[in-house]
C-alpha cells in the first residue's frame, strides 16, 4: 500500500522582503536623498572621498557595508553631519517597525510544501 502525500499550506515572508530593513540600505537612502538634494553626481561626490563612482552607487543602493570611516568620508563630501545620517536612518526604521506592527497581510506569501 502506497503512502498518501499530504499537500500543506504555509504562510511565509517572501525571501527578498524582510520586515525590517538592512541599515546599510537605510543609510544608503538618505546618503542617495542628500546627494540628489544638492544635485551632485555619483562622480563628484565619490571623487571628493576618493573613491570610485561604482562602490558609491553600490553603498547607496544598500549592496555594500562601509566601514565607518567610509560613511563619515562620504557624510563629509556631503557636508551631512555623521549625527544626521544615524538620525534620519533611525527614523526611516522606526517607521518600518510601525508598519510591520499593523500587520499588513501582504507581506505574507502562500507556499506548498509536500509533506
Not at 542628500?34 to 561626490?45: G, I, N, P, Y
Amino acid at each position: 500500500m502506497e503512502a498518501q502525500r499530504r499537500l500543506t499550506l504555509v504562510t511565509a515572508a517572501p525571501e527578498d522582503s524582510r520586515e525590517e530593513p538592512l541599515v546599510r540600505e537605510l543609510y544608503g537612502r538618505v546618503l542617495r536623498e542628500a546627494r540628489r538634494d544638492q544635485d551632485r553626481s555619483l562622480e563628484d561626490v565619490a571623487a571628493a572621498v576618493g573613491m570610485s563612482k561604482q562602490y558609491l552607487s553600490e553603498i547607496e543602493r544598500g549592496k555594500k557595508e562601509p566601514s565607518s570611516e567610509m560613511l563619515r568620508a562620504v557624510c563629509g563630501a556631503l557636508g551631512l553631519p555623521v549625527e544626521h545620517l544615524l538620525f534620519r536612518s533611525g527614523r526611516r526604521l522606526g517607521a518600518a517597525n510601525r508598519n510591520s506592527a499593523t500587520g499588513n497581510p501582504n507581506r505574507q506569501v502562500p507556499t506548498l510544501l509536500a509533506a
